[in-house]
């Protein structure tokens, strides 16, 4: 289906063209034209799907159809700073050729930031992305003017809910108004998610998009090895694999800055993500990598959801995610719109039974790859007699419990 055919306002398709957008994604065949009815909706879809534009251009759409100056006509509570941010670039494109105005609110930013913020809030901005942390900051001081909002979108619910913003959410509904449209994206629909849409919704439309699994299109690997051998041979696959740009995720912060390290010490030109960064040096990050001067980014999962870039044709998981869902989100990084991805997983000897796990909730074995004759011999895989030794391990890092 071709965005053509969702008759939006001219302005909106404008913006549509000029991103290069042609065909609807699944998700955004589904999604937008209940929102277009104006009906709530609950939605949940694999990273990956254009979950992002099936939201924004039908509400961008509304908006327009029902200008009202001097207002926040639509509201979009994300969990984190990164998706923020995110969201927010994907209006000022979408947008371009039309008179919305925007802004993203988000903790960590400097003190001029805050006025800005506050200034929107007071005045109105037609569409305000934020995290749940700052927006309260904000509502506690009192002027904040929600009165004439149209649209209240959740998205990363599950998320947002894991990291404990229940009540921070409680408390924004109870400033917005009753007669709204509401909008509720999650990657999961665990029954926390499920009792919240019956709070907040009306009669949605419930749609979901084959979650849990990772698009066909990504190539998957693994490769089994001891701790010793990780080190060179992810520097063999980055020399060996061509990709425009490349994401490695590692578990915890400080597992980052020593591979980052090391890799710089191996000559690769490369750039490290994780919390203890500051928010403006986390951002020139990001676009130093979405531009393609930093080709090679080494991350932990704070940026596993929420960040579009097409251009990420290959990711390295270092170790063995927590789960499924974390699982498909890192390796849903690659293999965006319509192009091909790589997706490589180094598994040591204690990751062995964890990725054994997501094998059986993803339905499917992951190919086995050969590791280079170089790097010597390597362990059998057998995940369901691994448990995990608990002992420091040779070379490579150590698997301390870092906070990320």
């Known amino acids: 289906m071709r965005f053509t055919e969702f008759n939006f306002l001219p302005a909106v398709l404008e913006g549509i063209e000029a991103s290069n957008y042609e065909t609807a994604t699944p998700v955004q065949e589904q999604v937008i034209p209940p929102i277009l009815q104006g009906r709530d909706v609950i939605?949940?879809?694999?990273?990956?799907?254009g979950k992002t534009a099936a939201f924004l251009l039908p509400v961008m759409n509304q908006l327009l159809k029902n200008y009202k100056d001097g207002?926040?006509?639509a509201l979009i509570v994300v969990p984190t700073r990164e998706l923020a941010i995110q969201i927010a670039q994907h209006i000022e494109g979408l947008s371009y050729f039309t008179n919305l105005s925007s802004i993203a609110i988000y903790g960590g930013s400097d003190a001029q930031n805050f006025v800005a913020e506050k200034k929107a809030l007071q005045m109105g901005a037609d569409i305000i992305v934020c995290t749940p942390g700052r927006l309260i900051a904000h509502l506690n001081m009192g002027y904040v003017n929600f009165k004439e909002m149209q649209f209240l979108v959740l998205d990363e619910a599950d998320r947002m809910l894991?990291?404990?913003?229940?009540?921070?959410?409680?408390?924004?509904?109870?400033?917005?108004p009753a007669t709204r449209q509401t909008l509720l994206f999650s990657a999961t629909m665990p029954e926390k998610i499920r009792a919240?849409?019956?709070k907040i919704l009306r009669d949605p439309a419930e749609i979901n998009i084959a979650i849990s699994k990772p698009p066909e299109k990504i190539v998957q690997k693994a490769f089994v090895v001891y701790e010793s051998q990780k080190m060179p041979l992810i520097s063999h696959l980055?020399?060996?694999?061509?990709?425009?740009?490349?994401?490695?995720?590692?578990?915890?912060k400080q597992t980052v800055k020593e591979l980052t390290r090391n890799l710089k010490r191996a000559g690769f030109t490369i750039e490290e993500i994780h919390s203890d960064l500051e928010q403006a040096v986390r951002?020139?990050?990001l676009g130093a990598f979405a531009s393609g001067r930093v080709p090679l980014l080494v991350a932990t999962d704070i940026i596993s959801r929420g960040i579009d870039i097409d251009t990420i044709d290959?990711?390295?998981?270092?170790?063995v995610p927590g789960d499924g869902e974390d699982y498909v989100h890192r390796i849903g990084r690659t293999a965006r719109a319509e192009a091909d991805g790589t997706a490589y997983t180094l598994i040591s000897e204690d990751d062995q039974r964890k990725f054994g796990e997501i094998e059986t909730l993803l339905e499917k074995e992951i190919e086995k790859a050969s590791v280079p004759a170089e790097l010597g011999p390597t362990p059998l895989y057998e995940p369901k007699k691994r448990t995990g030794s608990g002992k420091p391990k040779r070379g490579g890092f150590q698997q301390r419990k870092f906070r990320r």
């Open 43 to 49: 939605a949940s879809a694999q990273t990956g799907t």
């Open 71 to 73: 207002t926040v006509g």
């Open 162 to 176: 894991d990291m404990g913003f229940q009540e921070d959410l409680n408390k924004i509904l109870t400033h917005i």
């Open 196 to 198: 919240l849409a019956r």
């Open 238 to 252: 980055l020399r060996a694999t061509p990709y425009k740009n490349a994401v490695v995720f590692c578990s915890r």
């Open 283 to 285: 951002e020139n990050v």
């Open 314 to 319: 290959l990711v390295i998981n270092w170790d």
